[in-house]
């Protein structure tokens, strides 16, 4: 199926665990993003990528992990799972392009870390 | 039960009335500002986008100002549905210099449409 796909949808792990959320998009977006939403709170920036092997940090990197090995996946990882990264992580990608400005979103991935 | 606890904005409003929500933002290099709304249980939507050298731009049954004096953002609803209710967001991007292609958020907004 097009579009922007993240899994898990749900999560729980334990503290002190590494784990891993997946994010796939097929319209070979050059631009890729991990943002984290707590309760009733906006939007953080944890990592953005403008191109396969290019990142960069965003406002929260502290504990997270990325990469981009290829275009179409951008996984997070936190490498050692706290209470504080409770939360609920929205992945986005968006075309490449003066002008291009629509990101697109994915459906998110709530984790909760007990 | 689980504590909701909301930290943004509300705004409430009668059906068909008009709409205006607000942000304020900080970054003077910030080349576009972009409008997004977030329905419950979803990620977010582009709504509008309008670049840094405009004042104002139209869309359907939106609009949004920038006042760059100020730094100050604000997006117009008109004859506002229930469909409607949503968080709105708005966001900043650099087009350009080392922040080439970031997209931050910044406050949202809760906004109610009473039928």
């Known amino acids: 199926d097009a579009g922007i796909t993240q899994s898990p949808r749900y999560k729980i792990t334990e503290t002190g665990r590494q784990v891993t959320l997946m994010c796939h998009q097929t319209w070979s977006h050059s631009y890729m993003f991990w943002y984290r939403q707590d309760l009733g709170h906006g939007l953080r920036l944890i990592y953005y990528s403008a191109a396969a092997d290019i990142t960069d940090k965003g406002e929260v990197p502290d504990g997270y992990v990325v990469s981009r090995s290829k275009t179409e996946n951008f996984p997070l990882t936190l490498e050692s799972a706290t209470r504080s990264q409770t939360s609920v992580y929205f992945c986005?990608?968006?075309?490449?392009?003066?002008?291009?400005?629509?990101?697109?979103f994915g459906q998110g991935t709530r984790l909760t870390v007990v | 039960g689980e504590s909701v606890g909301l930290h943004l904005p509300t705004l409430s409003v009668q059906e068909g009335d008009n709409s205006i929500i607000n942000c304020a933002y900080s970054?003077?290099?910030?080349?576009?500002f972009i409008w997004y709304k977030q329905e419950s249980g979803k990620g977010p939507q582009f709504i509008i986008d309008i670049r840094s050298n405009m004042d104002k731009r139209q869309g359907q049954r939106v609009t949004v100002l920038l006042n760059k004096t100020v730094k100050h953002l604000s997006l117009q609803i008109a004859a506002t549905q229930p469909g409607d209710s949503a968080v709105y967001f708005c966001a900043e991007m650099e087009a350009g210099g080392t922040s080439y292609g970031k997209l931050t958020f910044g406050q949202g907004t809760i906004l109610t449409v009473h039928p």
């Open positions: 986005a990608s968006r075309a490449a392009g003066w002008g291009n400005t629509e990101a697109f």
């Open positions: 970054n003077s290099a910030s080349d576009y």
